[in-house]
């Protein structure tokens, strides 16, 4: 059974600061790995998807990394900003989509 | 606006008074799933739709039922609710299962099981 995991589950960083939020996965045999935003009480945004041939995947100041062979993602926050400050959640995706249980992110002014 | 749409938002009802949650795309998908987000659990999924008429078992399906009648319509069924399905549900489409296909999810459904 597929398990996603996310570390950390928390992370608390000054304003301006590059970080990285990593999430690792058991079974390599996926289709995608998606990269979501959830604030507080609202629904997922999806930030980035990375088909399961990519290597990596960029949009702005985000790049997400895969590598399926260690079953490892990476997502890249450059130049964090107070609005960055949001739950991001990793999801693999085979015949259903296994979460993770998520990092809460906070950037601090 | 490409969109998965939910309804309603919020509902408080009571145990063992049947309930439908509704969810809608517009962007002629295949696949719908429904999940529920639990503190602490993370977000499970409850039932998928891989096209009309077909539809499984997500991870915690004990409690619900699904139809997929149209294609844009995956209603989610509660027919004798129950306190512990008190949770954040969330439906999501995409065009189809595979390497290429994003997930939408829609704004979500606050329920309460009094």
């Known amino acids: 059974k597929q398990e996603v995991t996310q570390i950390p589950a928390a992370l608390s960083v000054p304003e301006g600061e590059n970080l990285v939020l990593n999430c690792s996965f058991t079974d390599s045999a996926i289709y995608n790995l998606q990269w979501f935003r959830q604030d507080p009480g609202k629904g997922l945004t999806s930030l980035l998807l990375?088909?399961?041939?990519?290597r990596e995947q960029t949009s702005g100041r985000l790049n997400a990394s895969l590598d399926k062979s260690s079953g490892r993602s990476t997502l890249y926050i450059a130049a964090s900003q107070p609005g960055d400050s949001a739950t991001y959640l990793c999801a693999v995706l085979i015949n259903d989509m296994r979460f993770g249980a998520g990092t809460r992110l906070t950037v601090k002014p | 606006e490409a969109q998965v749409t939910q309804n309603p938002r919020y509902l408080i009802t009571v145990t063992g008074k049947k309930l439908t949650v509704t969810c809608s795309q517009n962007m002629n998908h295949e696949y719908m799933s429904w999940y529920r987000q639990d503190p602490g659990l993370g977000l499970r999924q409850i039932y998928y739709?891989?096209?009309?008429?077909?539809?499984d078992k997500g991870d915690v399906p004990e409690g619900y039922k699904v139809s997929r009648k149209e294609k844009r319509n995956f209603p989610l069924i509660l027919e004798s609710p129950s306190p512990n399905q008190t949770s954040l549900y969330f439906c999501a489409s995409s065009f189809r299962l595979g390497p290429y296909n994003e997930q939408f999810f829609g704004p979500g459904t606050r329920l309460t099981v009094l």
């Open positions: 990375i088909q399961s041939s990519q």
């Open positions: 739709s891989m096209n009309v008429e077909v539809t």
